[in-house]
């Protein structure tokens, strides 16, 4: 299985991306999907996750701005960003946990860089 993480770029604080994580496999097989970034010297931290049944989880600075979704028909996994600020500058990266054997996946990670 491969991740493959897009819709990273630049843009002016206050603004918004919408990043995408397309599988090249059925994410049915996956039971948690989610999101982490790393900004640049820091380590990577957690964003959002969503289950298989669409249970949500956010870190407290994703709260309120950021919405996680997916899609089984597409195979993709979303990260609607709102408000953005100098501080979401940051590689995000996709990952994906298997049912079969609880196997981390991830992405290759996408580029946000937002102005200020």
């Known amino acids: 299985v491969q991740l493959q993480a897009s819709g990273g770029g630049l843009v002016q604080a206050g603004g918004s991306l919408r990043l995408s994580c397309a599988s090249s496999?059925?994410?049915?097989?996956?039971?948690?999907m989610g999101w982490y970034r790393q900004s640049p010297g820091k380590g990577r931290v957690f964003v959002a996750a969503?289950?298989?049944?669409?249970?949500?989880n956010y870190a407290d600075f994703a709260k309120g701005r950021f919405t996680i979704s997916r899609d089984a028909a597409k195979k993709t996994m979303d990260l609607q960003m709102n408000s953005l600020k100098p501080e979401d500058t940051a590689v995000y990266y996709c990952h994906a946990v298997s049912v079969r054997d609880s196997q981390w996946y991830w992405g290759q990670g996408t580029l946000v860089t937002v102005s200020s």
């Open positions: 969503i289950t298989t049944d669409g249970s949500t």
């Open positions: 496999g059925s994410i049915l097989g996956f039971n948690l």
